[in-house]
């Protein structure tokens, strides 16, 4: 199905058979397309990039198609990494799955500045959510595995080597 290209969001790069790799949703994912583009916020003289992932009814674009900048689709990135190294190499450590004393998982720089990485203490229900999350984690391992691979693989190219 061809994302439109008539709506504010001006894809440049596509992929447009998103759905069938769509994780556990494959071949039955409402998200049809991603697209990297021209923002729809963009102003006079400010041309900003952003991601969009495009989501259809079965009947038509759906108003919960996401669009992001495209910093914040690498931020995502990097919670998600961090997480993963997370629940993976220190989390066993801790009979709650995480530390209540100091739930911060890490600080991560960033613009001078740094994005704390933490496990949510205002969630009333975060003992049984982390180990949700960890199932989850472990259940989908494979399939987070292959597209943290192709991350990896894809960054050293780029010459992003650690």
Same mark, same amino acid.
């Given at each position: 199905?061809?994302?439109?290209?008539?709506?504010?969001?001006?894809?440049?790069?596509?992929?447009?058979?998103?759905?069938?790799?769509?994780?556990?949703?494959?071949?039955?994912?409402?998200?049809?397309?991603?697209?990297?583009?021209?923002?729809?916020?963009?102003?006079?003289?400010?041309?900003?990039?952003?991601?969009?992932?495009?989501?259809?009814?079965?009947?038509?674009?759906? @108003?919960?198609? %996401?669009? &992001?900048?495209?910093?914040?689709?690498?931020?995502?990135? $990097? !919670?998600?990494?961090?997480?993963?190294?997370?629940?993976?190499?220190?989390?066993?450590?801790?009979?709650?799955?995480?530390?209540?004393?100091?739930?911060?998982?890490?600080?991560?720089?960033?613009?001078?500045?740094?994005?704390?990485?933490?496990?949510?203490?205002?969630?009333?229900?975060?003992?049984?959510?982390?180990?949700?999350?960890?199932?989850?984690?472990? @259940?989908?391992? %494979?399939? &987070?595995?292959?597209?943290?691979?192709?991350?990896?693989? $894809? !960054?050293?190219?780029?010459?992003?080597?650690?």
């Amino acid at each position: 199905m061809d994302i439109p290209t008539n709506l504010k969001h001006k894809p440049v790069v596509v992929a447009e058979d998103y759905e069938r790799i769509d994780g556990r949703s494959a071949y039955d994912s409402d998200a049809k397309g991603l697209s990297l583009g021209l923002a729809q916020w963009n102003d006079r003289g400010r041309v900003d990039i952003s991601a969009k992932v495009w989501r259809y009814t079965g009947e038509k674009w759906s @108003r919960q198609s %996401e669009e &992001l900048p495209l910093h914040r689709v690498l931020d995502l990135a $990097i !919670l998600a990494c961090r997480a993963q190294l997370y629940f993976q190499e220190e989390a066993y450590r801790f009979p709650k799955g995480y530390d209540p004393e100091h739930p911060q998982i890490d600080r991560v720089g960033l613009q001078g500045d740094a994005m704390t990485v933490e496990v949510c203490r205002r969630n009333g229900h975060i003992d049984e959510d982390v180990q949700l999350f960890q199932q989850a984690l472990a @259940r989908d391992g %494979e399939l &987070l595995g292959e597209r943290m691979a192709v991350l990896a693989r $894809i !960054l050293g190219e780029l010459g992003y080597h650690g």
